[in-house]
């Protein structure tokens, strides 16, 4: 079982900021959280991940909180092309674990 | 070029049959995946192999078998198809120990149909 709460839906505006939170209170301290999404009928892509420290690339920043309970992953500016689902897994160090996929949350970014 | 390729995209037969699935990686990766996404859209892993050799087997028939016949190919057979295993499978792979994280990448899906 997924061991993150994402919500069900969300709604961004075009060009606006895109927040999407995730709780993953019974994490472990050597646990990662990463971000994957889904754009319709595609295999997930990576986002992002993080261990403690926030982070940032050149799709998304990741918050996470000082506890490690939760965090969010945060699209600058939105595009019509971010709409997908976004799904937050928490995952043990190593680069052969895998990655157990909840729900997610589903972007739809609006014109 | 693309990274993960499965074939076929599509794939339509009837119960009973026994099918194929290839997937290839081209990014040089030791370990690649096979995951299952159901029409309720739960993405689960099935296996996961290590330079060839079997390291994930999550709780799926045995009708499923796959292999490997080197680190840049994973194939998944499947015997016997179901209607239950009308689904898209999804193809992925990724490199032990790259800074001890997992970022896998993903191949497009084959779309199964069992009729």
């Known amino acids: 079982d997924a061991k993150t709460t994402q919500p069900t839906s969300m709604d961004c505006a075009e060009g606006r900021a895109a927040n999407l939170p995730c709780n993953h209170s019974?994490?472990?301290?050597?646990?990662?959280v990463y971000w994957y999404r889904q754009i319709h009928s595609q295999g997930p892509q990576y986002i992002i991940h993080?261990?403690?420290n926030n982070e940032t690339n050149e799709m998304a920043s990741l918050i996470i909180t000082e506890d490690r309970k939760s965090s969010t992953l945060i699209l600058p500016h939105a595009t019509l092309r971010d709409t997908a689902v976004y799904y937050c897994?928490?995952?043990?160090?190593?680069?052969?674990?895998?990655?157990?996929f909840g729900k997610g949350t589903k972007l739809t970014v609006n014109p | 070029d693309t990274a993960v390729s499965q074939t076929p995209k599509y794939l339509v037969t009837q119960m009973g049959n026994d099918k194929s699935i290839k997937c290839e990686q081209n990014?040089?990766?030791?370990?690649m995946y096979w995951y299952k996404q159901d029409s309720k859209k739960f993405l689960k892993i099935m296996f996961s192999?290590?330079?060839?050799?079997?390291?994930i087997n999550e709780t799926v028939p045995n009708r499923f078998s796959p292999k490997s016949p080197d680190k840049a190919h994973l194939n998944l057979h499947i015997n016997s198809l179901e209607l239950g295993d009308s689904a898209v499978y999804f193809c992925?792979?990724?490199?032990?120990?790259?800074?001890?994280?997992?970022?896998?990448?993903f191949g497009p899906g084959t779309r199964l149909t069992v009729l």
């Open positions: 019974t994490i472990s301290g050597n646990e990662y």
């Open positions: 897994i928490v995952s043990p160090q190593g680069g052969s674990e895998k990655l157990v």
């Open positions: 990014l040089g990766h030791d370990t």
């Open positions: 192999y290590n330079n060839k050799e079997l390291i």
């Open positions: 993080g261990l403690k």
């Open positions: 992925a792979s990724s490199q032990v120990f790259r800074e001890y994280y997992n970022e896998q990448f």
